[in-house]
């Protein structure tokens, strides 16, 4: 309560059946989320008390949000201010609830009459439901989101915005999938909802996701369900039943903090044949600064001196850390097709390629003698997009960040569409 009173807090906003939303005097466009020690099920059908329940969500959710900012996913979240409480952009809510479901169990199969529990979504499969208790959270097609007509923040919810939230939606859920794999969870389905930055217009992920918006099953096992569920099925809450599903709350609070590790190492060493491709390699390495990869540069000639690029090579095989060698040489290019040789690592050419002699010089990078598996990427920024695409299949965070880098690829080209749209009209 201290910590809470420093903010300068002012009238509340908003209260939920798990949370309350606080206006902040001294920080204009940012808000208190604050969570209470109260779980419900059923439209609070069913509600009671839970000690301790406050904190345990406001940690699993702001792991989860920096999971998702880290990855490159635009949120709310701005951080952690207390054990029970966030700071986070000032929406005003879109009143929708998305679904995303991996595998059919629960309300789903109630609703869809001859699916069998465990049914594999592939795609994913996505659902809406308007957020509206006093009908059991109806829910909706696209068309009744796209006839409401919702306008929040001075932004009208049209398509685009629907598109943005759908695309969206999946590209959570994928990152939020990959990263609990690591711990041997199957994320089965989640919900999850946006609204509108009061001060930016934009469409952001909102509210919060805890251990209340998804299933989760260990090793894929219902049995071992660790989500609020196991609350809901409960026939007679006592004492002892609620002590459960608070050590399952806490084994999820805890087990998200390990989403936040990375589960390898990685790293590219570029190889230059001259320090005139200096500008070329930096922006190499500046990409995979992006991706959260470690890149070193390195100066060596495969014509002038192999002994020395061989040396180099041994070097970085012989500490264990996954690499990638990416070979920046012009002209004709002998680092690559070497290096490839003489290492079972990956091994990328990215020549720097001049107007002159560009046409010619690829050659050296494309056409390679019989056993060599060299990659050939012209765009500096593409070798190292390809490097960390490598190191992706085996370490969830930089897979993490290429899925959100392609969403917001994709919303960016949505949103510059919709606005040549309006300068057309």
Same mark, same amino acid.
């Given at each position: ?15 939920? #059946? /798990? ?5 902040? %005097? ?74 995303? !479901? ?79 794999? /690591? ?32 299933? %989760? ?37 805890? !087990? ?47 014509? #002038?001196?192999?002994?020395? /690029?061989?040396?180099? #090579? ?16 012009? !002209? ?69 960040? %290429? ?14 569409? #919709? ?7």
């Amino acid at each position: 309560l201290a910590a809470i009173q420093q903010l300068k807090v002012g009238q509340k906003l908003n209260e939920g #059946k /798990t949370k309350q939303i606080f206006e902040l %005097l001294d920080q204009p466009g940012l808000v208190l989320v604050q969570s209470k020690d109260q779980i419900t099920a059923g439209n609070a059908v069913r509600k009671d008390q839970m000690e301790g329940k406050a904190a345990i969500a406001n940690k699993t959710t702001s792991c989860v949000f920096q999971l998702l900012q880290e990855s490159g996913i635009k949120t709310a979240f701005v951080k952690q201010h207390s054990d029970t409480a966030f700071i986070a952009a000032h929406c005003e809510m879109i009143p929708i609830e998305w679904v995303c !479901r991996r595998v059919a169990t629960g309300s789903f199969l109630k609703r869809n009459p001859g699916v069998k529990e465990g049914y594999r979504f592939s795609p994913l499969k996505m659902e809406m439901f308007f957020k509206d208790d006093a009908n059991n959270d109806p829910q909706w097609s696209e068309e009744q989101l796209l006839e409401a007509k919702f306008c929040l923040a001075g932004l009208t919810i049209g398509q685009c915005e629907v598109d943005i939230m759908n695309h969206s939606t999946v590209a959570i859920f994928e990152i939020l999938e990959k990263a609990w794999a /690591t711990q041997n969870c199957t994320l089965v389905d989640m919900k999850i909802e946006f609204g509108v930055n009061v001060k930016t217009q934009e469409i952001v992920l909102a509210d919060v996701i805890d251990n209340d918006s998804w299933r %989760l099953w260990p090793a894929g096992d219902r049995s071992q369900q660790k989500d609020k569920q196991v609350y809901r099925d409960l026939k007679e809450v006592t004492p002892e039943a609620m002590q459960m599903v608070k050590r399952n709350f806490e084994w999820v609070s805890e !087990r998200v903090k390990l989403l936040l590790k990375p589960q390898a190492s990685s790293r590219v060493v570029v190889l230059m044949g001259s320090t005139s491709d200096m500008a070329h390699c930096e922006k190499i390495r500046k990409a995979c600064t992006f991706y959260g990869i470690p890149c070193v540069l390195r100066v060596t000639s495969a014509h #002038k001196g192999p002994d020395e /690029t061989l040396r180099i #090579k041994a070097e970085y095989e012989g500490d264990g850390i996954p690499t990638v060698f990416v070979a920046v040489a012009g !002209r004709s290019n002998g680092l690559g097709p070497v290096m490839s040789g003489n290492t079972a690592y990956p091994v990328i050419n990215c020549p720097p390629l001049t107007p002159d002699w560009g046409s010619q010089d690829v050659w050296s990078s494309l056409r390679m003698p019989s056993g060599l598996g060299c990659s050939t990427v012209l765009s500096p920024e593409a070798s190292a997009q390809f490097a960390a695409q490598i190191f992706g299949l085996s370490d969830h965070l930089v897979w993490c960040k %290429l899925r959100a880098s392609m969403l917001n690829t994709w919303v960016s080209l949505k949103l510059a569409d #919709k606005k040549l749209q309006a300068c057309s009209l």
